[in-house]
Structure formats: structure tokens, C-alpha cells
T-cell receptor, first 110, second 113 residues
Framework: GQNIDQPTEMTATEGAIVQINCTYQTSGFNGLFWYQQHAGEAPTFLSYNVLDGLEEKGRFSSFLSRSKGYSYLLLKELQMKDSASYLCAVVNTNAGKSTFGDGTTLTVKP | DTEVTQTPKHLVMGMTNKKSLKCEQHMGHRAMYWYKQKAKKPPELMFVYSYEKLSINESVPSRFSPECPNSSLLNLHLHALQPEDSALYLC????????????FGPGTRLTVL
């Protein structure tokens, strides 16, 4: 089985930086996805990490440490539209699927 | 075409009704998924089709019956549902395998009375 942990809620200020953590325990690990989901909408892909290190894509970056079972999503220059749920999803080759964490609801305040 | 479409957008049905949800993608993806999502919860995997064959059934009750008529279409047939089955039903697809980046449709909001 697998265990995926994310903080339930976070609040940050417009223009600030926020880091959303995801820790996992799984066998057959083959990568980790981050998705963004606005209320009432479908999840959309943000990033994929399979090797250790930082992947940067504009205001969003994602980091992975396979040995520590740890990832984070870093959001810079926060905007009001970044208020959403952020889901990490762990790929398990043995199970043949990805499993979502419970998600972190981020609220950006003016 | 880089989107996944789902119909209907909203569906209200009684516990004795039979209805179907439809999903379509034209990205050439060979893995397709059904998820159920309750409010303030993550998507919960129900079924995975890989190359038009059912590869994962997450112990879903038989009142939900998936079908993959071809590589672009995925259906979810509903029969004798319960009020607790009310949720957002999301379809997704990914390239080649069930491990890739998933593209989600907008979902069908289902209410069972």
C-alpha cells in the first residue's frame, strides 16, 4: 500500500512565496505528479518529478527527494487565482496506477 | 485537440433509473480512467482501461459498469444507484500507459435522489 501526506490547508498573502509539502511511503515508486484543482473544476497538470532535484516552470517549481520520500511544490509571486486545491499523486509501478494525496487547499489573501 | 469531453455536465436520477456517462478524447491516448470525487476530497480511482481492456477495478460496486467501445470513448453505465453515489465523476486519459500525466475532463455532476 502507500501512505501520502499533505497539509490540509494553507493560507498565504498575495505576492508571497508558499511551499506545499508532500511525503509518501510506497513500493515501486515511479514518479510524482502535482495537480491544481480550482473549486468545481477538473484537476490540471502542474509538474512531474521522477529524478531527485528541482524542476522549475515559471512561477511554479517542484522538488523531489526519492531517498526521503518527500516532494514540495513552490509557488512564487502568489496571485489570487492561485487559490485552489493542490494534489500530489504518487506513481506506483507495482500497483500499475497513481494515487492521489488528500490535497492541500491554498487560500491566497490580499 | 487536447481536451477530454464529458457528457452530460449534470445528471439527476432516481434510484431505479439507468443512465450512462460518456467520455471522449482524440489525443490518441491509450489509457482512460473513471474517478469519483466528493466535495473537499481528492479524486478516487474507480476504473482504468489500458489499450481498451479493463486493467484496474478498484472494487467498485456492480451498479457501476464501465465500457470502452474504442480507443477514444469511455462510458460509465449506472443502474440502481444510491444517494451516497452523488458526486462529481471525472474521466481522464493519459498517453500509452497508466503512469503518465493525466488529462481530465470537466466532469459530470451526478445527483441521485
Amino acid at each position: 500500500g502507500q501512505n501520502i501526506d499533505q497539509p490540509t490547508e494553507m493560507t498565504a498573502t498575495e505576492g508571497a512565496i508558499v511551499q506545499i509539502n508532500c511525503t509518501y511511503q510506497t513500493s515501486g515508486f515511479n514518479g510524482l505528479f502535482w495537480y491544481q484543482q480550482h473549486a468545481g473544476e477538473a484537476p490540471t497538470f502542474l509538474s512531474y518529478n521522477v529524478l531527485d532535484g528541482l524542476e522549475e516552470k515559471g512561477r511554479f517549481s517542484s522538488f523531489l527527494s526519492r531517498s526521503k520520500g518527500y516532494s514540495y511544490l513552490l509557488l512564487k509571486e502568489l496571485q489570487m487565482k492561485d487559490s485552489a486545491s493542490y494534489l500530489c499523486a504518487v506513481v506506483n509501478t507495482n500497483a500499475g496506477k497513481s494515487t492521489f494525496g488528500d490535497g492541500t487547499t491554498l487560500t491566497v489573501k490580499p | 485537440d487536447t481536451e477530454v469531453t464529458q457528457t452530460p455536465k449534470h445528471l439527476v436520477m432516481g434510484m431505479t433509473n439507468k443512465k450512462s456517462l460518456k467520455c471522449e478524447q482524440h489525443m490518441g491516448h491509450r489509457a482512460m480512467y473513471w474517478y469519483k470525487q466528493k466535495a473537499k476530497k481528492p479524486p478516487e480511482l474507480m476504473f482504468v482501461y489500458s489499450y481498451e481492456k479493463l486493467s484496474i477495478n478498484e472494487s467498485v460496486p456492480s451498479r457501476f459498469s464501465p465500457e470502452c467501445p474504442n480507443s477514444s470513448l469511455l462510458n460509465l453505465h449506472l443502474h440502481a444507484l444510491q444517494p451516497e453515489d452523488s458526486a462529481l465523476y471525472l474521466c481522464a486519459s493519459s498517453q500509452a500507459t497508466s503512469f503518465g500525466e493525466q488529462f481530465f475532463g470537466p466532469g459530470t455532476r451526478l445527483t441521485v435522489l
